[in-house]
């Protein structure tokens, strides 16, 4: 059974940064993408940033030049570094593991950026 936890995230203050990570725990294919989802109150859940194991990222183009994401293959870890955080970041985000067809999500971890 794969499961993902989520740890980071918590109150900033705008132009701040924030670190997010997850560890996926469990037996997990080494070729996989990992990443983060956002779901604002009243939004529908979009994406922030995707990493896969060989290395290809894809970034949300309202994060765009602000966050970063990378990963630890070997702890099967990926990382959120989140700059120039804005107030339209505050959010649930979401860790996610794709494994083939098979998606995995984590709980959820709150950012809030005050203004």
């Known amino acids: 059974q794969v499961r993902l936890v989520e740890s980071g995230g918590g109150l900033v203050q705008a132009g701040g940064s924030l670190r997010l990570s997850c560890t996926a725990r469990?037996?997990?294919?080494?070729?996989?993408?990992m990443g983060w989802y956002r779901q604002a109150p009243g939004k529908q859940r979009e994406l922030v940033a995707t990493?896969?194991?060989?290395?290809?990222?894809n970034y949300g183009d309202s994060v765009k030049g602000r966050f970063t994401i990378s990963r630890d293959n070997a702890k099967s870890t990926v990382n959120l570094q989140m700059s120039s955080l804005k107030a339209e970041d505050t959010a649930v985000y979401f860790c996610?593991?794709?494994?083939?067809?098979?998606?995995?999500w984590g709980q959820g971890t709150q950012v809030t950026v005050s203004s």
């Open positions: 990493i896969a194991s060989w290395g290809s990222t």
């Open positions: 469990g037996i997990i294919s080494s070729r996989n993408v």
């Open positions: 996610t593991l794709t494994v083939g067809v098979n998606d995995y």
